[in-house]
């Protein structure tokens, strides 16, 4: 029995390297822990609650040290910096026919109001509530 724990953990390791988070890891550790187990009775039910209890014993212990490291503000990259962003409308935008365009740092960005009915006329400030597909989703400034 101790080669299939072994397998388990192998397979929680693949999973990990595939995850962002550090949460399977310690289910490839419990399940090391039930190969050791293994060696010891042969009792399917023992080497499981070994399995089990180990694992939620290393995810609530281990669970304060990770929060240390946790950044609470992520920086915010890419699309997601471009929210509550300024820009200009260069292109009257006009959401019933989907045209409109802003300048926003120099790029050209497709752009839609927020409210879906209003025009927003050529030379407007805006500002952006957030971006959807490749489309700002904009609100006039006044």
């Known amino acids: 029995m101790w080669y299939i724990w072994l397998i388990l953990s192998g397979i929680a390791l693949i999973i990990e390297i595939f995850t962002t988070g550090f949460l399977v890891f310690w ?3 419990g399940a090391l822990i039930s190969m050791i187990t293994s060696f ?10 070994i399995f089990l209890v180990t694992s939620t014993l ?12 946790d950044i609470p503000n ?8 471009m929210t ?9 935008i006009n ?13 050209l960005w497709s752009a839609i109001s927020n409210d879906n009915s209003s025009i927003i006329p050529k030379n407007t400030k805006v ?4 971006i959807k597909g490749v489309k700002a989703i904009v609100t006039p400034i006044k």
């Open 40 to 49: 010891f009775t042969d009792n399917i039910y023992i080497q499981s609650t």
């Open 74 to 81: 992520p920086l915010k990259t890419n699309v997601y910096s």
């Open 95 to 107: 959401s019933l026919e989907a045209t409109g365009q802003i300048k926003v740092n120099g790029e």
């Open 58 to 69: 290393l995810i609530f212990a281990t669970k304060p040290f990770v929060k240390k490291f």
């Open 84 to 92: 509550g962003k300024v820009g200009i409308v260069t292109q009257e």
């Open 127 to 130: 500002e952006i509530v957030k």
């Open 27 to 29: 289910f490839s550790i």
